[in-house]
């Protein structure tokens, strides 16, 4: 694996190797030292063409705490925001003699394209509405956690699945890792096209939560993207929180085993309410901190040997 | 003539080279290592076990079970891997890391029992002795291998040592062990000269 820019680029025993790595990792967390040699004079570049703070600060920690070099570019207050081009921009960074490029870009495809441009490996930190394979690997990972192998478990990804690059690689590596998927969104936020998707893949489409829930051993709530909501998508919030929130009702006929996701941020009230994001049953902090351990992972593989 | 029957036995599958230690060398070794470290030690107070990945977790294990049995009481044993810290990481591909666990109440003060099956150029050691500096500050590291075959490159020796086996660099030590490997326990050797020498003591 020279570059990680989709879910699709894993096999299932890579994804369950990167999954094992990831465990190891996570120890550094708590230790009192929380430095690990594997990386010593490589030099990472976090390019950041969107706002995140997370994503962001979860890949600088990673590769800090593998004792890499790390530096974060954002667009704003650079070149880019005086007009310079992506590639301009790239092949200037990696001139500095880099050796991983992480990168965020608003057009789907963008970290393809800039493989082409440098030797330096590439991951795909978020492009556009088109993957986020990283996010899916720290879902699947601290899903794992709680559920043991994922092999023949029932995740139903529920929400605003048009806008959202983070199902796209979810569906992809569950199915890579022997998971049903059911998406679970309103008609108007389900993605075009989705009935040829779906037959292809394997996963199911339902419009209806209520039906789904029971029989799921994971839920991953997805967040509204109000800032991409210009069209209307739902006659009201409060209507989209009676049909697809997960509320204290909905939040009962969950199976006791089954586990709450979302990648955040969350709007509380919205799609999901206080009483499910702070439940026994959610997961949505292990999310966060699994972030640093699965990008460790992510790294120390794509970084770590001889190429 | 080879007897037909035995043209597929489990003794012609196995490598080549020959038996140094047995299944009764083996346990006969870990026993006076368990010995000694009691005796050094004045007892079991303090002491923490830590095996290395992948053999010497399961040798480890054995020890502090052996220790039970001399002194009974259970010393906490954990593991500890060495990936992160090897100093070849760039020349090789990608190796995968394994777990470290360490005993709940750490290292800090401690007498740690490191154990690894072979003892070779002791650039295992040294990035063990790296990865324990960033768990803790043990009061002392001691060093048990079931064998020591020589070519060191760093200034590390051994406390306690199943079977010291003067070997040439071109040959090759194969620790089996039944928790790990199946079958039986046994150290074997082959290469360089032995790759001629085909006849089993088994």
């Not at chain 1, 030797?119 to 509405?129: E, K, P, Y």
């Not at chain 2, 960033?134 to 070519?151: C, K, M, T």
Request: net charge negative; hydrophobic share 40%; aromatic share 4%.
């Amino acid at each position: 694996m020279r570059h990680l820019l989709s879910a699709a680029d894993l096999s299932r025993d890579d994804a369950l190797q990167l999954l094992e790595t990831a465990t190891a990792m996570h120890d550094v967390q708590h230790r009192e030292v929380k430095k690990l040699p594997a990386l010593r004079g490589r030099t990472v570049v976090n390019l950041f063409f969107e706002d995140s703070t997370r994503t962001r600060s979860s890949f600088e920690i990673a590769g800090k705490w593998l004792s890499a070099d790390v530096i974060n570019v954002s667009a704003k207050g650079s070149s880019v925001s005086k007009g310079e081009s992506l590639r301009d921009t790239v092949m200037t960074v990696a001139a500095m003699g880099i050796d991983g490029l992480v990168i965020r870009h608003h057009a789907s495809g963008a970290p393809q394209q800039v493989t082409q441009w440098v030797d330096a490996m590439v991951v795909n930190a978020g492009d556009g509405t088109h993957e986020h394979p990283t996010q899916a690997l720290l879902d699947a990972y601290t899903m794992q956690t709680r559920l043991g192998d994922l092999d023949g478990r029932h995740v139903a990804i529920v929400g605003d699945l048009t806008h959202s690059r983070v199902v796209r690689s979810n569906l992809i590596l569950l199915r890579t890792l022997g998971a049903r998927v059911t998406l679970v969104a309103p008609p108007t936020l389900m993605p075009s096209g989705v009935g040829a998707w779906a037959a292809a893949e394997g996963f199911a489409t339902s419009y209806d939560l209520d039906e789904v829930l029971p029989d799921a051993d994971a839920v991953m709530m997805l967040r509204v993207q109000k800032e991409r909501m210009s069209g209307g998508f739902f006659p009201t919030p409060r209507e989209y929180t009676v049909g697809y929130g997960l509320t204290r009702e909905r939040l009962a006929r969950l199976a006791p085993h089954a586990v709450i996701c979302h990648p955040g941020p969350m709007n509380r009230g919205l799609e999901i309410t206080a009483d499910a994001a702070d439940s026994a049953q959610s997961l949505i902090l292990d999310q966060v901190s699994a972030g640093v351990a699965v990008r460790m992972s992510v790294l120390y593989h794509l970084l770590g040997g001889s190429e | 003539m080879t007897r037909p029957d035995l043209q597929h036995s489990p003794q012609q599958a196995q490598p080549l080279g020959r038996t140094v230690l047995s299944s009764t060398d083996i346990s006969r070794a870990l026993r006076r290592i368990a010995h000694e470290i009691v005796e050094h030690n004045k007892g079991t107070d303090d002491l923490v076990v830590l095996g290395i990945p992948t053999r010497g977790n399961v040798l480890a294990d054995r020890l502090v079970a052996l220790l039970a049995q001399i002194e009974g009481t259970q010393v906490p044993v954990g593991s500890l891997d060495v990936t992160m810290y090897r100093d070849d990481l760039r020349r090789q591909p990608v190796r995968a890391a394994a777990a470290t666990r360490i005993p709940t109440d750490g290292i800090d003060d401690k007498i740690v029992v490191l154990v690894d099956d072979v003892l070779y150029s002791g650039r295992t050691v040294r990035a063990a002795l790296d990865a324990l500096g960033d768990l803790g500050r043990p009061r002392a590291v001691r060093l048990a291998v079931l064998v020591d075959r020589g070519h060191r490159e760093l200034p590390i020796r051994a406390d306690h040592v199943g079977k010291n086996l003067p070997t040439a660099k071109a040959e090759r030590v194969a620790v089996r062990l039944v928790e790990h490997d199946g079958g039986v326990d046994q150290v074997r050797i082959a290469g360089g000269a032995d790759d001629h020498e085909t006849g089993e003591q088994a």
